[in-house]
């Protein structure tokens, strides 16, 4: 198993997924940083309504989420090959910088920030995919949830240990991905926007875990 699988690198992830998207819709103009989802539905809801400039708020970080994948999956194609440095440090470096950036942005600028966010979180969607071999998602948690629910169903009428390990791994991320949300809800109030730096300094320990990798 990869380093960039193991449940503690995931829960480091999810910690720093869940912060995100409390500190993007508490100080950033309730907008959600990973569940893209819900600017989907607010920026539609805005745009039928006559609201063109609010409905912007909401397609310019969905635009820029599909970017950062973008992006990502290129660096993968690019630099998998890399001997000194794995191209999933090369992804995580660049998220680290633009959430460090966001930090120092103020208020007046909250469209930037978000679309920085929204473009890191997607990177990061986009590079680490698995936790011990289960496909997963570190900044959201529909699909965990879908998952975790799936697998207990499983085991309850099969009984088989494999399929109780794999739906306790996803309701541990979801768990740990609330943990980071409300750790960001608490300090992002507290702090404001350099909130997002705990973030950046999760992301930088999660940089020096893959140097063995």
Request: charged residues 10%; proline residues 1%.
């Amino acid at each position: 198993m990869q380093k960039s699988e193991s449940f503690r690198l995931s829960a480091l992830l999810s910690v720093s997924g869940g912060l995100q998207d409390a500190y993007t819709y508490n100080m950033r103009g309730e907008v959600f940083a990973n569940a893209q989802t819900g600017n989907v539905v607010l920026m539609s809801q805005s745009f039928m309504s006559g609201n063109w400039m609010v409905g912007l708020d909401y397609l310019f970080p969905l635009l820029s989420f599909a970017a950062g994948i973008f992006l990502a999956a290129r660096i993968e194609s690019s630099f998998k090959t890399l001997q000194k440095i794995h191209w999933r440090q090369i992804v995580l470096i660049i998220e680290i910088i633009l959430l460090g950036i966001v930090g120092f942005l103020p208020g007046t600028h909250d469209l930037l920030a978000n679309v920085l966010v929204s473009f890191a979180c997607a990177m990061q969607v986009q590079t680490f995919r698995k936790v011990h071999g289960f496909g997963y998602a570190s900044t959201m948690c529909i699909g965990n949830l879908r998952s975790a629910v799936e697998s207990m169903s499983q085991y309850l009428k099969t009984k088989d240990k494999a399929t109780l390990y794999k739906s306790l791994h996803f309701f541990g991320i979801i768990l740990i991905f609330a943990i980071g949300a409300g750790i960001g809800g608490v300090l992002s109030l507290k702090l404001g926007y350099s909130t997002i730096w705990i973030s950046s300094a999760i992301l930088l320990v999660v940089t020096v875990m893959m140097v063995r990798e």
